[in-house]
């Protein structure tokens, strides 16, 4: 890959997602590069980056910010962060819930990826707040989102390779996953009253406002910042924290923080933060 290609695809790519591609990331680029190379049949990079400044390219440019902003997932990933949801937000919230009058526990996942965050944040809920079929002890829903189309399908459809959901204890497997059999041997599918609770749009995390009205007492916003740079962090979190309830809880990747960046959050522990109450 040239370096004139690559700058190109750098720039492009951050103009379009504010994705922030550095010198690192060549090597990753270009391998990703290579399945848009032969889904296009374009044979260079080089031609690759004359295709999309053509106007015949540009519907490919959601198909190369989808290539570089994929990553790979699985149910509970980074599981301190489900077991604090369990033994601290949610009693917390349900104290506060009839002084505030929140009709709903609201959750949003802000990169939901190929769905397998928003399902998990379901499971827990639906554990919590009352098993399927029962009422339960208060609603909830979860806003789920991503910039990339395709990916969103996928996590529509809520089908899963083993490998996906070796994480998910046996009961809970069993209780919110159709295991597949014959042809789909291999496979789970999320049940309904999981799917349910669980809203897919698309969206550009930097591009306006989101097209949400209630605040969130719990947003997901993991491995995110690691694309951004600085100031866009900063946009972010601030974008973030403006969607928070007073008192609601913000998670970023293990392998993120917000100690070099402006915020007005409180910290709690690594990876998660807190919106003051006043």
Not at 159 to 173: G, Q
Not at 247 to 257: A, I, P
Request: charged share 25%; glycine share 6%; aromatic share 12%.
């Amino acid at each position: 890959m040239r370096e004139s290609d690559y700058q190109f695809i750098r720039k492009l790519v951050y103009s379009h997602s504010r994705i922030n591609l550095g010198p690192d990331k060549k090597e990753l680029v270009s391998a990703r590069l290579g399945k848009r190379l032969r889904e296009t049949k374009i044979t260079s990079i080089s031609d690759y980056c004359r295709f999309l400044q053509e106007r015949e390219g540009e519907e490919e440019l959601s198909h190369l910010i989808d290539a570089i902003s994929t990553n790979y997932t699985f149910f509970f990933r980074e599981i301190e962060h489900f077991d604090f949801l369990n033994k601290t937000i949610l009693p917390e919230m349900m104290r506060r819930r009839t002084a505030a009058k929140w009709a709903s526990f609201n959750v949003w996942s802000a990169a939901c990826a190929s769905g397998e965050e928003p399902y998990s944040i379901a499971i827990a809920l639906s554990e919590y707040f009352g098993s399927q079929g029962a009422q339960p002890k208060w609603a909830w829903r979860i806003e789920a989102t991503d910039i990339s189309h395709r990916i969103l399908q996928r996590a529509r459809v809520g089908i899963y390779r083993e490998e996906s959901v070796s994480k998910v204890p046996a009961t809970a497997l069993r209780a919110h996953f159709q295991r597949g059999f014959g042809p789909q041997e291999g496979n789970y599918r999320v049940k309904p009253h999981i799917q349910h609770g669980v809203t897919f749009r698309q969206l550009n995390l930097l591009d306006g406002a989101p097209p949400f009205t209630e605040p969130f007492h719990l947003i997901f916003c993991r491995n995110v910042m690691i694309y951004f740079d600085r100031p866009t962090q900063e946009e972010l979190i601030h974008k973030l924290s403006q969607r928070l309830v007073p008192g609601g809880y913000l998670y970023v990747g293990h392998s993120e923080s917000l100690s070099s960046i402006k915020h007005g959050l409180e910290t709690v522990k690594p990876a998660i933060y807190r919106k003051p109450l006043n």
